[in-house]
């Protein structure tokens, strides 16, 4: 029997596995043994990251209208939103970085870093950065263009966090970081695919 | 055919550029350094505090760093070698005064320094040491731990003249 035949209980199953899929891994940052030996800046860092990566799981639902009572207008506008918070979640990141270890944090940011993820995650900063000043801009660009940018960066900071996440060892559980990790891959994929944003692809 | 000459011309040559450095390969290492500097590693000196004071035990100990401190060239071990140790440990973070403390080599050149135990922080359970005294030129070391469980170090330090 399908599904969409009960369109309340579908509702509740969507929001639901969401809500768990985001619930978990943040659950397990936000008690993790390691934070015990962590200043104030360095856990929002921390957890700031954790929620970033948890609203990059919402974005693409959002953008092709997935949410149950969020589609279309409700759902972009909803999409705006997020990406705003997703800014702040950002700096919110490496500025708490920043006062933990400043050498660590002007090493990631200057490509010179020890650790690779650091490079993937400030390849992805830039990209979330690039975006707001994009969608700034937005009504000035030809609606074509905007889609291709706006699809080409977000496909850059999907791959690029979900590479810096999973190279780190910190307070994201393993296993829930990896699934986290996984939806948001396979949520980005599913709506690059729908909105249909590149050339050679009919309407 | 030219493809032929061509291929008999780079064989000739890739025979003769072997047969060169074979034979060089077994003139040169007499000559050669055996024993190779250390290079400072890629963000060593993060949060590194020049002076840091000579101790029996960082904080309340429980995680021991070791190394040995070597000489280039003749890898001569170095008694008397000042070498600093720091991390983000159960008892502060890098930037902590009281996460920092220096030992002295042996006379064989090897050193052990007990410390807390080393947390991941910045992505990675890893320890920070300097060689920063003079003789000889500044090295960082930044070495990463294989296990977060692990509750020891280990580090070698092979330094040239300054």
């Not at chain 1, 978990?24 to 390691?34: H, I, K, N, W």
């Not at chain 1, 490509?111 to 975006?131: D, H, K, L, R």
């Not at chain 2, 071990?77 to 002295?104: F, K, V, Y």
Request: net charge positive; hydrophobic share 50%.
């Amino acid at each position: 029997m399908a599904i969409q035949t009960f369109p309340r209980l579908r509702n509740f199953l969507v929001w639901g596995a969401i809500a768990l899929s985001i619930a978990v891994p943040l659950g397990f940052a936000a008690t993790s043994p390691l934070l015990a030996w962590r200043g104030p800046a360095y856990i929002v860092a921390g957890l700031a990251g954790v929620i970033a990566m948890a609203l990059l799981l919402v974005q693409p639902l959002l953008a092709t209208g997935h949410l149950p009572g969020l589609a279309g207008p409700r759902g972009r506008r909803a999409h705006r939103w997020i990406g705003g918070i997703l800014v702040l979640m950002v700096v919110f990141h490496v500025a708490g970085l920043w006062i933990t270890s400043p050498p660590d944090v002007v090493d990631a940011l200057l490509f010179a870093s020890p650790t690779p993820f650091s490079v993937w995650g400030v390849v992805a900063m830039w990209a979330v950065f690039a975006t707001a000043v994009l969608a700034a801009l937005r009504r000035r660009l030809r609606p074509l263009s905007w889609r291709r940018a706006h699809t080409a960066l977000a496909i850059v900071i999907v791959a690029g966090s979900v590479v810096h996440a999973l190279l780190i060892e910190g307070t994201m559980e393993t296993i829930s970081k990896a699934v986290l990790c996984a939806l948001v891959v396979a949520a980005t994929l599913k709506a690059v695919a729908d909105l249909r944003t590149w050339p050679g692809r009919t309407r | 055919m030219t493809d032929a000459i061509l291929t008999r011309r780079t064989l000739l040559a890739a025979t003769g550029a072997l047969a060169a450095a074979g034979v060089s390969g077994i003139i040169v290492p007499a000559r050669a350094q055996a024993v190779p500097a250390t290079p400072s590693m890629r963000g060593g000196s993060n949060n590194y505090l020049p002076g840091a004071p000579i101790v029996e035990r960082i904080g309340g100990g429980g995680f021991w760093m070791t190394g040995t401190v070597r000489r280039a060239g003749d890898g001569a071990p170095l008694a008397g070698q000042r070498i600093q140790i720091w991390a983000h440990t159960t008892e502060g973070n890098e930037r902590d005064p009281w996460s920092h403390g220096a030992t002295l080599t042996d006379a064989n050149g090897a050193f052990r320094l007990e410390m807390p135990q080393i947390v991941p922080a910045f992505g990675q359970p890893h320890g920070h040491l300097a060689y920063d005294s003079g003789d000889f030129k500044t090295v960082f070391l930044r070495p990463v731990m294989d296990s977060a469980s692990d509750t020891s170090l280990h580090a070698d330090f092979v330094l040239q003249p300054a």
